[in-house]
């Protein structure tokens, strides 16, 4: 079945960085877009980002400090956040809904993962 399975979280200063990882498997891993999604406390799940064809969909504050990239070896995305800010905490998410395309972006994804803490906090 699919799984997706995330890593990487943890407690980060602000300013400081973080790569989080998201480990896919029951499904051609090169035939399905996988993006992030994070859930801060007390709010709604949102967006962060999305990347297929050269087109990437970013949640507006992400944009220019994280960035998605994928190793089809692996079966592996990830997601790598610079300039960490205390608004970025939240459980972080990697889902998908087994399309090629973004056309779940932004939230409406069929699987996911358990998600992962990231705290940004000094």
């Known amino acids: 079945q699919v799984q997706l399975v995330e890593s990487g979280g943890g407690l980060v200063q602000p300013g400081g960085s973080l790569r989080l990882s998201c480990a896919a498997s029951?499904?051609?891993?090169?035939?399905?877009?996988i993006a992030w999604v994070r859930q801060a406390p007390g709010e709604e799940r949102e967006g962060v980002i999305c990347?297929?064809?050269?087109?990437?969909y970013y949640q507006p504050s992400v944009k220019g400090r994280f960035t998605i990239s994928v190793d089809n070896a692996k079966n592996t995305v990830y997601l790598q956040m610079n300039s960490l800010k205390p608004d970025d905490t939240g459980v972080y998410y990697c889902a998908t809904d087994l399309r090629r395309s973004c056309s779940g972006w932004p939230i409406n994804y069929r699987y996911w993962g358990q998600g992962t803490q990231v705290t940004v906090s000094s």
């Open positions: 029951g499904f051609p891993f090169d035939s399905a877009n």
């Open positions: 990347s297929n064809d050269g087109l990437t």
